[in-house]
């Protein structure tokens, strides 16, 4: 019986189960399209012959393929297999979709962990690889140290099925929210003639004060201690309003300037101008259904 087992040998999977082998690990493998096992199993690797002897070859499997629905369809028929073994799906996917195959992974009485890999299948094995991961604190116990061979930053970040989709669209909404920023931003330079160059060279003063934020976020929003701001709600609403002057009069689209000074004007109403900017957190929590 090999130790873990790895279903999915793309690029990702492959470097996965070539990790734990580097690493002495008894690993079987399995993917649909078989010849790109071949590799694996001159380095050692079993060979299950299906998926239905893959999971039964070893205590857990990772599993790395498309999507978590992938991984869904794929182990679904097998649920009378999986009682009493670990699944952990490191494959991609939204809130919905994980949320759907643990409720079957438990149904089927199997114990579970979903992934996500931060990293390039090269980063794979690295001390400084993180592959942030959700799921029962026992499961995490046990498998914890395997990942921890993948990446030796991983981490365990929450109980929740939703917990690891809803770091990851965290991140990236706050990533992409500077990136679009500059999208905006590059627009309004260029009807109100500032350069690109002029406008590129500020990109690292923003970020520099992007930092800032990641502390002031630290501090405030998991103790809700959103007192003795530096620069409160209304000042942000009093520069927004500014921006929007800026944006109108230039006659440059503005609809993601208007969402931030709405959601600011937002803040105001609902008594938060005294209070740093990230006490807006608190508003957007207790809204329901996405709007
Ligand atoms: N590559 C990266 O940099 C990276 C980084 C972080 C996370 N990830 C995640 O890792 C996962 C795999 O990515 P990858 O880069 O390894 O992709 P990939 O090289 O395209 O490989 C996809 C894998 O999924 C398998 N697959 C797809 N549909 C399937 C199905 N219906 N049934 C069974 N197997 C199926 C493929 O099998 P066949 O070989 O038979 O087609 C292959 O093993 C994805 O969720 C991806 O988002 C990748």
Redesign the pocket.
């Known amino acids: 019986m090999s130790k873990v087992s790895v279903i999915?040998?793309?690029?990702?999977?492959?470097a996965l189960a070539e990790t734990l082998l580097k690493n002495g690990v008894p690993v079987t493998v399995w993917?649909?399209?078989s010849d790109?096992a071949s590799y694996l199993v001159e380095a050692g690797a079993n060979l299950a012959e299906s998926v239905e002897d893959a999971v039964a070859a070893s205590p857990a499997t990772i599993v790395?393929?498309?999507?978590h629905e992938?991984t869904h369809?794929?182990l679904s028929p097998l649920s009378s297999k999986l009682e009493g073994k670990t699944i952990i799906d490191?494959?991609?996917?939204g809130a919905r979709e994980a949320t759907d195959l643990v409720n079957m992974l438990m149904e089927s009485g199997a114990h579970w962990l979903i992934g996500?890999?931060?990293?390039?299948?090269t980063g794979i094995g690295r001390e400084d690889t993180a592959i942030l991961c959700a799921g029962p604190s026992k499961v995490w116990e046990d498998y914890g140290n395997i990942i921890k061979k993948l990446g030796g930053a991983s981490e365990h970040v929450g109980t929740e099925a939703a917990a690891v989709p809803g770091l990851f669209a965290a991140m990236f909404t706050a990533r992409q929210g500077f990136m679009f920023g500059l999208i905006y931003g590059g627009a309004v330079c260029k009807r109100a003639g500032i350069s690109m160059e002029a406008f590129a060279k500020q990109v690292p003063v923003t970020l520099n004060m992007a930092g800032n934020y990641a502390d002031l976020f630290m501090r405030t929003v998991p103790t809700q201690d959103y007192e003795n701001s530096e620069a409160t709600v209304s000042v942000y609403l009093s520069a927004l309003n500014d921006v929007m002057d800026t944006f109108e009069s230039t006659r440059t689209t503005d609809a993601f300037p208007r969402l931030m000074r709405d959601l600011t004007q937002r803040g105001i109403d609902e008594g938060l101008s005294g209070k740093e900017l990230t006490s807006l957190v608190e508003i957007l929590a207790n809204d329901h259904g996405g709007n």
């Open positions: 999915g040998l793309g690029k990702m999977g492959a993917n649909r399209t790109k790395c393929i498309k999507t992938t369809e794929v490191l494959s991609t996917g996500m890999i931060n990293a390039y299948p």
